[in-house]
């Protein structure tokens, strides 16, 4: 492989770029590698840079010259300090080390000449296409305004994402003695500062808000000088009354840089120009020199420089993509900060130290358990409980503990009506220990079934069915509470069971559809759906107000409207399903009307001592479709009409979305509308572990975690859940039958003595 890299350019001079270069001479001191650089060696932006032990120990084992320079240098703390409202709250354990950028700079740059690398400064690189004709390799190491990937646009294929908030980068002449936030509630809006020690007497500022809070504060109009003066003004009693200075600071709007492809033939992509984190999870700089040794070690290991690249790519996709993942909660968390500032200050602390997903309720407890312990108290969980195990009153329902069985479609009844595998499904999870079991979607009418294995509630056969179901979980599962979710198909309908073929029209006996706007789920493939009048509105506000009243008869003790996913009232909500010119069409007030309608007359029917949610897409992941502000505008109304609850899912409204999937994915908007409405709500979406529960609860972003797929996988997750924990209390009660089984089985012996010699 050596023979295939001889002559490498690097284009750019920041930490990737040059640690790159020092560590492709490393392996091979016969190549020629040359890195432009356009600014003078010792410009830099910026002031200190945080690595993590997991990156030092990648740059231990790859050059342990530059690793003892570093070493030498860093800062080391481990609290964090949270200021807000004059109180402060600090978590220990957490483990920093960080340098001045300049001097990370300066280690870099003297590696690189020790090892014989050319050093080109304030030298702009010849363009990627001309070094890429005279080298084996080019790698473009030229930063978030990447003119390489500007230049290959069609095959790098990115997508640069620019975000809500201002920021300026400044510094303090003195050293704070932990990671610190401090939050300032101006006049203008919420302002934040995140400050951190990088030197024996200097500290990283930076002081960020909403734009529109820049606006109002004036910072537009003001130049460097003034700006720095302003902030130093603004966290006056954060810097002791010492002044801020810059460094070419200007004040920025974070952009967000993803691409489809990070290699072009010879030409390769690291760092901010293959991909960009926000500054608040500090990531830019380790994750350029995490690429460098990555790119290094795939050269000298595979036998082309093609699959070389294509391993780098595959071993650092993934990587990436969850940090920018994590880094993206963070972002979105600062972006929402004025809905949390009235929290009570631990649940506010928690909530900013858990914002990215990566800090969790049990390794926070871990790292801090005096101060978790307070958290805990603050929230109301009693001694030596889980927050996840704590109880929640919905009117007249008290549910044991905070974990819900989401709505699964079984495609298991026939006409409608659930039968044994309905009553043994919903029974094993009642068992299971969760707090509140919820049926699939229930049609309230034979025309607004998805599929014809889906359940209704508009025959009697089919209430006495699910009276049956009820009875049992009341019965052998007291305490456990059972919902009803309550919908109508609308476009989606009539297709095929889920695994015979998803969202795919029946092959014969097909039932008319009808929806908010004559507009199929997918052109040309399903069927064309009636664009209901305002007789077949009325029909269907029956049929819904009818299925309540059979609801409360079969003894269900919650019910759900389902105004998601892109069934029959979802469609009327989006703005891309719903194309009517009349009242129910148009402005969101409008799209609104008809589900209000509906759920005004079934919480009319519904009794007034047991709640109702909705379920609500608070995002359509599609150009033009609904958004996280239409959605706190759609929580708003159904809270406005009596709704006790909001669950927060997303998508599924049209066949050409864009999820962001990643763990815990669709919580921000729940939290969101949580925070701006102060409402219960329910989150859903990838939650996978009890520590996520916990997490979500404990930082005041949710009320009630769904699980879907973990309840598949195991009926008595939330039973089990409560043995990994230790927690044997009345939010989790085993039935008397199981009892025996509350504790984990012991597995095969692990103690036996280890070998100490080993013969040859």
């Known amino acids: 492989m050596k023979s295939d890299t001889r002559r490498i350019a690097v284009i750019g001079g920041g930490p990737g770029g040059l640690y790159a270069a020092a560590l492709l001479k490393r392996l091979d001191p016969e190549r020629s590698v040359t890195v432009w650089e356009r600014n003078a060696p010792d410009d830099t932006f910026g002031f200190g840079v945080v690595l993590s032990d997991e990156t030092l120990g990648g740059i231990e084992h790859a050059d342990p010259v530059v690793y003892r320079a570093l070493q030498a240098e860093f800062v080391r703390w481990d609290d964090i300090d949270i200021i807000h409202r004059g109180r402060t709250q600090t978590s220990g354990g957490h483990g920093f080390a960080a340098l001045g950028r300049r001097r990370l700079l300066e280690i870099l740059h003297e590696r690189c000449a020790s090892l014989g690398v050319r050093l080109r400064f304030r030298a702009d690189a010849p363009s990627a296409a001309e070094l890429a004709a005279t080298h084996d390799l080019v790698i473009a190491a030229d930063g978030v305004h990447s003119t390489t990937r500007e230049a290959h646009a069609g095959i790098f294929r990115p997508i640069v994402t620019t975000h809500r908030n201002r920021y300026i980068w400044l510094a303090a002449d003195f050293a704070f003695d932990a990671f610190r936030f401090e939050i300032a509630e101006t006049e203008h809006g919420v302002m934040q500062l995140h400050a951190y020690p990088y030197a024996a007497r200097a500290s990283t500022v930076i002081v960020e808000m909403r734009e529109e809070v820049w606006r109002a504060a004036g910072f537009d109009t003001m130049d460097t000088v003034a700006s720095t003066e302003r902030c130093g003004k603004i966290f006056a009693d ?382 359509d992941w599609a150009d033009g479709g609904t958004t996280a502000d239409d959605a706190v505008e759609i929580a708003r109304a159904f809270v406005a009409h009596g709704a006790d609850a909001i669950d927060v899912s997303t998508g599924q409204v049209v066949p050409d979305e864009r999820p962001e999937y990643g763990r815990s994915y669709q919580t921000p908007y729940a939290d969101r509308i949580r925070n701006a409405l102060v409402v219960p709500v329910i989150a859903v979406g990838a939650i996978s572990s009890w520590d996520d529960a916990n997490s979500l609860l404990l930082a005041g972003r949710a009320d009630l975690c769904a699980m879907a797929r973990p309840h598949l996988y195991d009926p008595h997750w939330t039973l089990h859940a409560a043995a990994e924990q230790g927690y044997s209390g009345p939010g989790a009660p085993w039935p008397m039958p199981y009892r025996a089984g509350s504790r984990t089985p012991p597995t095969g012996r692990t103690d036996a003595p280890k070998p100490r010699l080993t013969l040859r």
Request: with cysteine.
């Open 238 to 619: 954060a810097l002791g009354g010492r002044p801020l200075r810059s460094n070419n600071s200007s004040w920025l709007t974070f952009r967000t840089v993803v691409n489809a492809h990070w290699s072009h033939g010879n030409t390769v992509l690291i760092g901010d120009a293959a991909h960009t984190a926000h500054f608040s999870i500090g990531s830019g700089t380790k994750l350029a020199v995490e690429d460098a040794l990555a790119l290094a070690a795939c050269i000298e290991e595979q036998p082309d420089l093609p699959a070389a690249l294509a391993a780098y790519e595959t071993e650092r996709r993934p990587v990436v993509e969850s940090t920018q993942r994590a880094a993206a909660a963070s972002l979105r968390w600062f972006e929402e900060l004025g809905t949390y500032v009235d929290q009570a200050p631990r649940q506010f602390a928690f909530n900013l130290l858990t914002r990215s997903r990566r800090v969790t309720h049990d390794n926070l407890r871990l790292r801090d358990a005096g101060f978790t312990a307070a958290v805990e108290e603050e929230f109301g969980c009693a001694p030596g409980t889980p927050p996840m195990f704590t109880p929640l009153r919905l009117r007249g329902l008290e549910l044991r503990n905070r974990i819900v069985v989401s709505p699964m479609d079984m495609y298991s009844a026939v006409d409608g009506v659930p039968g044994d595998f309905h009553l043994v499904h919903l029974g094993a999870r009642a068992l299971g220990g969760a707090g509140l079991v919820m049926t699939e979607m229930v049609c309230v009418s034979a025309e607004g079934r998805i599929t014809p294995g889906c359940t209704g509630l508009y025959t009697p056969e089919q209430a006495a069915a699910w009276s049956r179901i009820t009875d049992f979980v009341h019965t052998s599962a007291p305490g456990t509470a059972i919902g009803i979710q309550l919908g109508h198909s609308g476009r989606k309908g009539s297709t095929r069971l889920m695994w015979e073929g998803i969202d795919q029209p029946l092959d014969a006996g097909n039932w008319p559809l009808s929806a908010a706007s004559a507009l199929p789920y997918r052109e040309g493939v399903n069927q064309v759906p009636h664009a209901l009048d305002r007789a077949g509105l009325e029909v269907i506000r029956s049929q819904f107000a009818a299925a309540a009243r059979h609801a409360a008869t079969c003894d269900f003790d919650l019910l759900e409207l389902h105004c998601a996913h892109g069934y029959l009232l979802s469609g009327f909500l989006s703005p891309l399903t719903n194309h009517r010119t009349d009242a129910y069409g148009g402005p969101l007030t409008n799209r609104l009307r008809f589900p209000l309608e509906v759920f005004d007359a079934v919480r009319a029917e519904w009794p007034e001592d047991r709640p109702m949610t909705v379920r609500i897409s608070a995002t």
